[in-house]
């Protein structure tokens, strides 16, 4: 089902090559002024052809309100927004030859012959895009009770930089960083990283990448034990998002290598407030915020279309043979990922406080 | 919220030291026969005091069937089983000295007074035995379909085995795996792991690690794009689990180091079947089956009660203090959590093919 | 939250004056063929301006399809209709000036200064015309399951015409009823409440009505005991339209004259199926269905708008005063409703079946 | 599904003859006091046996508290409540005959040779106590926030007494009316509506009737449009009761004689309130409440337990024959059934202030 949330109700809807994609959001509180601009920005961070890193296809990607807003600001009912599609050539696309690492093949599976296999159709990262929206609405409502939500690139190939969880954070930061082209803390290391881009670029290939993302300003006590734990509402957001194949909460994955005496964070308090000394958990102990910064990170595959020759099956003639995917594709989404990740988290963390 | 599931609902209800602690499956259709056997089997993998690595706190755990079974088999409505809780000494729990690592901070933080701190309450760990029992009904129902779930333990701190990704898989493999005490594929390489809790449990310490989940036998096309994508449905219930912070399906993290041309998993046919040659996504692409085995891995954290000296706050005092964790504890809880990973995946799996 | 259903999701959005008015349905299986004739005759059957006894305001009413839908069959992924809102006179509204038997004061008291007040807004019955389209989609998927569903217009005012459960029901007569200007059985009956609409019309007032609807075909089985009774389910969606006060199933408000030798519908057999020789339990019995027709009826208010002076009050003033509504406005909203009622039912039955 | 709720999730579970029945609630905040004596009061009120209308049937119906309550106060956490099951004779039912006019045709289309028919399994209107412990918990709550919820018997057979509408209403004449034994506003016509029962029962007959029921104390600005209007969560909640056929809201069926002059309940202010001068509405507009008293009427059929010998059919021989229904029964489930229409409405009203 493509609707997602509790108090909040997120539902998406479009395909690649339709006639528009967009959202229904409901559950925003009446009285919103929107900044529209806002809304653009984060729009076009995540929009193609920003740069020599992304796909030549531009879009134009302008949503058009059709309900739920007036006079700029919210109404309290139900706020649809869609983006038209305008610059599709779906002669691109061969329905018979799977593509790797697509959802070719499981889209036959589960829509039969009457999937829109046509640029991805429902499965393409295109429809994304009304949900850096509808995040960019929800980013804005956080920001009035105080929250930021921001990201960086952590890794790209094998070029990382520092966690979040090593290195000073702090709104001014994240907000920085969200300017940048290449959301990355430092652009030093940005720099390696778009190299490996251009690298796997110019030998006809693809990498992917780590986003780290940051949540500052939530209150303890946000979340639930078991099912609406933080971390299940976060992550069942971020696996929307194609190409997302692991998340981690604090160390994560390296809590392995920790032991308890290390990993547990100890409580301090300054005789007014308690936080923790360290942040190993990412602001979350038993499901629920602990009024520390919340950290976690996603990986991102590959990009799956890439210019190389790949082993495929033709299904009309179910014989094995070879496909070579033409068209404007990503060498890496990582950088145009970062703002997906961080307008989802918003929902999620909406979701969460409402 | 502690509800579940979109086709089968599972609630969750207990606290460590109230009357008991139990759950309510519904959705199961009529006419399945129990193996009660089985099910008490699976409960033993998860009950403590079963060997030398977990806290010589003896539970039952004998479930009482309260509804929706007659006979031995489900009658299509509601099935609640509970366990009572006879074992509990409340005394060893002191209310105003946080546990670092715990939910205590954050437990008061929601629920305020009336929080039931007592043994961590609804946190414990306890509560996944309720769970363990749901999910085993779930494993038959999945098992009359062919489909098979099991699991082994990848890393214990430092220590590590080779992923189901890069070693022979089978459902006798995943049966085997579940029948030992320590639920590896090697059994030399489990010695070391118990020798590495052993050695943090002498040291007043405790690790964790790693469990890499299998599912076999799941047809292609179960799942769905965005919101509902079968790593969505999977992760919001693993991190349900107390101490997990961690998910990555197939490759994961270890995407980052795979240029596409290498992650992709490509196509092949023998004539009349399509699989992949490489399963790097873990069986799912789009949010959706492939047909492939369903791999992911989750990391637990090192248990959080530890006897060693701890910094933290009295609550009340407002000052900060140590605390030193006195009770029955385990220095490792990923052996016992095997089966919950298990039975939770179940669950998930049984929600989405319905 | 204007997000209704378990296996299907629909979203409704939309403001009476805004941009456009829409809904999202998702779960529609794919390879659906769409007759887009039916469905712009159902939306007909719901428009303003169609005889003398609606508004002379004209809506075109055309849908645009976004989403879900490739040359004319369903795609299995969220099928997205928007109506462009293009005959609106927000100047007729006064936003001080409560409309007595309106939403208008109970908008604001939930929505505040941002409550979307034009034409009704979010409240208008115009936003019943996305849910006539998502229900001719359903219509259609239960058509190929053999289900019809029809209505008729019992009561207007005080003239009443037969119930399904004293008359002779079939398939036929639901499709000849479909396609009067008026729905009822008896087109003389009709005559007369069609005289008391223009009555009420001439007085400046309104009048309501009953609208009887029944679903054949419907396998037994079907629904649920308790929270998803059938009853509830189709209940939650009636009252969803605006104007409805009232549902019963079978004889409803009518059991209490009768008693249970009576009431009860006892079982009967020809050897092959069993059915009942009477059906005054509307063809459901503890939620669920049994083979007979499902029958109910629901009540709808005169509509509120008329041109008579009414008490109000000044919200801005907080006076006491009165306001004469101008604009075009029915004097009955029953005859337009019908298809709206059967179309609602469609989503439910739906929902129930999949 | 028996899972109901959006703020608060509510699972009902049990059959009439297993070993339990009960329910999980949750969402019920933490630091709420249960007065358990009321609890026992409301429970008893729906218990069968309290006087010569009801049948001889003696349960204990006492309510086991499981978890979400510590020293009396809730911990915010789900709170399981449980009945045993004792007093239950099963060969009292046969599988074979079909009694009319419940669930027993019905329940075995759905769950086929599996379903637990004895006492009429999970269908049992006995599955009704647990909904009252849990609204006896949700009263508790409202009654912090003013909110009352109280109802009467308006009809039994032909007996009828005036409407809340039509008659002075005030929190302390609920109270009153849910101390008497026959929850009547005049004892004298609760004395005819008496008889009416006698008389069916001694003609091995049963009655049906009409409970109408208030919310007082209640906000304006509480529902919301469409799909979950105050009407669509009442009602979905009230068809859950078994042997409801029907709901009202205001003047409900009785909308249809009156035009919209009369119908339109005028708003007035006196310089600090708006209210309106009539309540036809039942206290809701556009679905949502407008600050007037929540009105609702419900119709309940005949008890379909009688004494006469019915028509049915055998199905073992698929032959028709005869049943007579033996066994403990009521000649009218009206009065038992109003504290659990309270109860449920407790819990919808409460679903939606939260």
């Known amino acids: ?67 739920g807003v007036m006079n700029s600001v919210t109404t309290g009912t139900p706020i649809c927004g869609i983006i038209k599609n305008t610059n599709t050539k779906s002669k691109d ?31 393409s990262g295109r429809i994304t895009a009304p949900l850096v929206f509808a995040g960019a609405i929800a980013k804005q409502l956080l920001s009035q009770k105080g929250i930021s ?11 990382k930089e520092p966690s979040f969880m090593d290195s000073p954070l702090s709104k001014e930061l994240l907000n920085e960083i969200s300017l940048k082209d290449f959301p990355v803390i430092s652009d030093e ?18 990498v992917g990448g780590i986003i780290e993302c940051a949540v500052l300003g939530l209150a303890a006590g946000i979340g639930s034990p078991f ?52 942040n190993n958990n990412g602001g979350i102990n038993g499901g ?19 210019a190389q020759t790949q082993n495929t099956v033709d299904t009309e003639k179910m014989e094995n043979t070879t496909i070579e995917i033409k068209g404007r594709h990503d060498p890496c989404i990582v950088q145009r990922a970062a703002v997906v990740v961080e307008c989802g988290t918003a929902l999620a963390v909406l979701d969460s406080i409402l």
Do not use: C
């Open 227 to 278: 099912f609406a734990s933080l971390e299940s509402v976060i992550s069942s957001m971020m696996f929307s998002i194609p190409a997302v194949k692991g998340i981690e909460f604090g160390r994560g994955f390296d809590f392995t290598n920790l032991k308890g005496s290390v990993a547990n964070d100890p409580f301090q308090t300054d005789g007014e407030k308690i936080f923790t000394t360290t």
């Open 149 to 159: 939500i921001g990201s960086h690139i952590k890794q790209i190939y094998d070029i």
């Open 1 to 67: 089902m493509n609707t997602w949330g509790n108090k909040i109700k997120i539902s998406i809807f479009g395909e690649s090559h339709g006639a528009a994609i967009g959202v229904v959001l409901d559950g925003i509180p009446s009285g919103l002024p929107l900044d529209m601009d806002f809304i653009r920005r984060e729009m076009l961070r995540r929009a193609p052809g920003q740069n020599s890193l992304s796909t030549p296809r531009k879009e134009a990607d302008e949503v058009e309100i059709l309900s």
């Open 189 to 206: 290391i940005g720099e390696k990283m778009k190299q490996a881009i251009l690298g796997a670029s110019s030998e006809k290939d693809s």
């Open 288 to 306: 629920i915020s602990n009024g520390m910064p919340v950290l976690f990170s996603v990986a991102m595959k590959p990009t799956p279309s890439i």
């Open 93 to 123: 696309y061969n329905k018979n030859l799977l593509r790797p690492g697509h959802a070719d093949f499981t889209g036959f599976q589960k829509y039969g012959d009457s999937h829109d296999f046509r640029g991805g159709g429902h499965f």
